[in-house]
């Protein structure tokens, strides 16, 4: 099985083996649960953070056919591509307004929503929603001084087919930004 995190890390973080975990969650029945009901019982009854709790039912679900890689619990894909930048996170973010400026669709697919722009004290956000229900999120944070990573997260996809497609779509662009 293909894991988004190391057997190591697994080991090093929660004091468990990937094996040790998945013995456990199958002796609770775990493939019976939600996802929701089998990260609170990672917490609640094996002290897992909420952190483990969640990387280790997503774990968990890969292994036994739930999902796939990439693949959200609501069955949805999301995919996302960087690019580090010279300059500020507000730097970023206009560059990012400005590559954006009269644009009205991505690959084909018109912008239904948005764009919104919002930003806390640590990161900048660029958000719109596409016809076809997908919805992209531009987050942007402070990497170094001096420099901001500009993050492309395009979510509520529907297939690893779109996945693939979206990924080389969205590191062309930010190629040209």
């Known amino acids: 099985m293909s894991q988004a995190i190391s057997e190591s890390a ?23 649960l939600s996802h929701k009901d089998i990260a609170a019982w990672l917490a609640s009854e094996q002290g897992a953070s909420h952190w483990w709790a969640q990387m280790l039912t997503v774990n968990y679900e890969q292994h036994i056919g739930r999902r796939v890689m990439g693949q ?3 069955g949805k894909f999301r995919v996302s591509a960087s690019k ?3 300059g500020s ?4 973010l206009s560059v990012w307004v400005q590559a954006m400026q ?8 018109a ?8 930003h806390t004290d640590k990161w900048r956000y660029w958000r719109c929603g596409l016809a076809d229900g997908s919805a992209v999120s531009v987050n942007i944070y402070e990497k ?4 901001s990573a500009l993050s492309v997260e395009h979510s509520k ?21």
């Open 10 to 32: 697994v080991l090093k973080g929660t004091g468990k083996s990937w094996p040790q975990w998945c013995a456990l969650l199958d002796g609770a029945r775990a493939h019976e």
């Open 72 to 74: 959200d619990c609501t």
């Open 84 to 86: 580090t930048m010279n």
């Open 89 to 92: 996170m507000d730097d970023a």
């Open 102 to 109: 009269g644009r009205s669709e991505f690959s084909d697919i």
């Open 111 to 118: 912008i239904s929503r948005g764009p919104d722009i919002s």
């Open 144 to 147: 170094a001084p001096g420099k």
């Open 157 to 177: 996809l529907e297939s690893e087919v779109q996945v693939e497609h979206w990924r080389a779509w969205w590191k062309a662009l930010l190629g040209g930004v």
